[in-house]
């Protein structure tokens, strides 16, 4: 094939160089490669040096672009020039599959980048990013998701081997909105074994719905339900539903009886199945509300950065130029790393991408769904098993989404061996999700631990079976380190769980795993919840009382280094014969404010130690006497002195430390002072 004529306005350097080779979209990704002195080197892709006059002179749409980019940051961090620039460019290695995005380092200095162009150009065969869609509702949008859909279903292993029953053939749920008949809705009961295809919704209410289902509108919906008087999402919800080919919905405002309890526990109790066995979740992210619907026209993107010539490998059937040469466009922007789904992604004026991300119910329903619909703020989305991709084929960036649920925890019957690296990272994984979902709002703070059971049935063949509020009975010793974000109250003013639960206030929290490794010091005694519904047996709980055999070690502030940041404590008594107690620190990391601790007697509680030659730290908790309400809330077992959790602290010794010390730590050493401490069972509520 003859050498494509050179466009106008490039340079020979440019079209002869970087633009003949495809942008190094065919070469070894770039990556990033260190020697042994720590020295940066770049590795793969096309490079090629410009001298720098060159360069600077140069105004093809190419070296313009590079220098927009690049010339201000080189500027700010070099106060001289180089006489010639490198230059590399290539696809980065962390692009996969249809999803491109290419590396750009001039002079050690890097850029990502993602590049698109439209379907029919000649480029189309090579590059697979197109533009991204901001109009999700309008029809060639849905039809374009109901594809991606099927094709997820066909072309899926890691999907197909998830889902629970072949589609069409699912348990249905009690009830269901009846869309076949937009204009006359109707609410279907189902019988025990009916199976079909449906679809559910996901969505922040937000606000009150004055026309949800209740017992006194009941039979009147089993009759007709007035689409009129349904708030924007629910109405949005019916249209993507039907555009699917579907005609059956669930909605948990319509599908569950609002004021009757027994229900509610009912339906409760088959959350897990309702998301787990939908064909599709509907999930509304862009709407804060459920009177503003999810179907509005999206902002469009950005102008791209540059308009490039592609020249289209040989073998491409398509019509080539009159030179014989076949020569595509494509568009060079920013990566996109904004079109996310993580609960902390906001749009460049600050505003939330998804609103179903920062609220507790929503979690659940994500990950339990087989594949859902996403509907951002900025475009359309499909998440399944498999990955999440912009419908339309818009580049998306991956690193941002929600971390999926192990596959593990869909087979149930499979069994895990405790302690093999598998159950290791579901265990991790299990915390991941409860970080996470401590960051997002409850309504009712009381919901802290239903709105997470059908998570944990699902996590409970491989860690339970004994779910108390929100811990493994098989893991309670090392899942006790985890600390909250920011305080909370000393005395909440509605019970949610036991103080040594995460689930005891609504705060965000953490899980200290480098905290729980050592040798265990403390034993579970015993361990018992109260649950509120026996029906819920993940649900919420109305009492919790945990037993541990360990030491009660007094102590108090180091007034020395009071810190309004960091708080050491120090023991009342040396429990270490060889150093004095103020030589033994408390690294004291508080659930409440401090000023709430002042004047209260409180105590460490040894769960883990570990040592080295020259260290021995205990990791626990530091707990203080429990108030007669809470003990009549919490169901103490004991008639005796009761305790809650206000804290972890590690205490930490190092023998180097002395300077007039060559002393090191043996078996028999730490042996001996372990067991000068006096062990007592100590109940927690």
């Known amino acids: 094939m003859a050498s494509p004529s050179r466009w106008p306005k490039f340079c020979a350097t440019a079209w002869e160089g970087v633009v003949a080779s495809q942008y190094g979209l065919f070469c070894d990704p770039v990556y990033e490669h260190r020697d042994r002195l720590g020295n940066r080197f770049w590795m793969g892709g096309y490079d090629y040096t410009i001298s720098t006059v060159e360069w600077l002179k140069c105004g093809c749409p190419w070296c313009r672009f590079l220098a927009k980019r690049f010339l201000r940051r080189m500027r700010r961090q070099r106060n001289e020039w180089r006489v010639e620039v490198r230059v590399k460019v290539g696809r980065y290695l962390w692009s996969q599959g249809d999803d491109q995005g290419i590396i750009i380092v001039v002079d050690g200095y890097e850029g990502y980048f993602t590049l698109w162009t439209t379907e029919g150009d000649p480029a189309a065969r090579w590059i697979k990013n197109r533009i991204i869609i901001p109009h999700v509702g309008w029809p060639y949008a849905l039809a374009e998701a109901k594809t991606c859909v099927e094709e997820c279903i066909r072309n899926h292993p890691q999907c197909q081997a998830v889902a629970p029953y072949p589609i069409g053939a699912a348990p249905l749920p009690t009830r269901l909105i009846d869309c076949s008949d937009p204009g006359c809705l109707r609410l279907v009961e189902t019988n025990p074994g009916m199976c079909g295809t449906y679809v559910a919704l996901s969505y922040v209410w937000g606000e009150e719905q004055p026309h949800q289902t209740t017992k006194a509108n009941l039979s009147l919906y089993k009759d007709r339900i007035d689409p009129a008087i349904l708030p924007q999402t629910l109405r949005d919800a019916i249209h993507v539903t039907r555009a699917l080919g579907i005609n059956l919905l669930w909605i948990d405002g319509l599908c569950i009886v609002q004021d009757s309890e027994k ?40 102008m791209p950065e540059a308009v490039l010539p592609f020249i289209c490998p040989s073998g491409n059937s398509a019509e080539q130029s009159a030179d014989g040469a076949l020569v595509g466009m494509f568009y060079l922007g920013e990566i996109w790393s904004k079109y996310s789904t993580w609960q902390d992604s906001e749009d460049v004026d600050g505003k939330p991408l998804s609103h179903t991300v920062s609220r507790g119910w929503c979690l659940q329903e994500r990950l339990l769904s087989t594949r859902s619909l996403v509907f951002t703020s900025e475009t359309l989305q499909l998440r399944c098993h498999t990955q999440t991709q912009n419908v339309g084929g818009a580049h998306h960036d991956g690193d941002n989404d929600v971390p999926r649920l192990p596959d593990a925890v869909f087979h149930p019957d499979r069994h895990v061996a405790p302690g093999s690296d598998e ?86 929290m953490s899980w200290r795993d480098s905290w729980e490794t050592g040798v265990p010091f403390a034993e579970i005694i015993r361990c018992t919840v109260t649950l509120q519904n026996e029906d819920l047996p993940f649900g919420s709980v109305t009492g919790a009382s945990l037993i541990l055999r360990s030491s009660l070690l007094p102590c108090k502030w180091n007034l020395e280094q009071l810190d309004p940041v960091e708080y050491d404590l120090v023991p009342e008594f040396p429990i270490f014969s060889w150093l004095s107690s103020l030589d033994q620190r408390l690294y004291f990391k508080s659930d409440v404010d401090i000023t709430d601790l002042l004047g209260i007697r409180m105590w460490f509680l040894p769960l883990k130690h570990y040592y080295s030659p020259h260290e021995l730290c205990m990791n626990g908790l530091v707990v203080c006497r429990a108030d007669t309400d809470v003990l009549h809330s919490a169901g103490a077992y ?37 067991s000068q401490i006096p062990r007592v069972d100590i109940e927690l509520v």
């Open 638 to 674: 004991s008639q005796g002195d009761v305790y809650r959790r206000v804290g972890l602290a590690t205490l930490w010794d190092s023998v180097a430390a002395k300077e007039d010390s060559m002393d090191t730590l043996n078996d028999s050493d730490v042996y001996s002072m372990l």
């Open 263 to 302: 229900d509610m526990h009912h339906e409760l109790a088959r959350m897990r199945n309702v998301y787990r066995h939908a064909f599709v979740t509907i999930d509304a992210s862009s709407a804060a509300r459920v009177s503003e619907g999810f179907l509005q026209d999206r902002e469009l993107i950005p």
């Open 423 to 508: 159950w290791k990272h579901i265990h991790e994984r299990w915390w991941d999700i409860v970080e996470d979902y401590t960051y997002r709002k409850l309504t009712n703070p009381s919901d802290r631990l239903v709105a997470i059971s059908a998570l944990a049935e699902m996590f409970a063949p491989t860690l339970g079976p004994d779910y108390l509020a929100g811990h493994w009975r098989n893991t309670l010793l090392e899942d006790l380190f985890w600390s909250y974000d920011s305080f909370c109250s000393l005395s909440p003013t509605e019970y949610c769980g036991p103080s040594w639960s995460w689930a005891y206030t609504d705060n965000s």
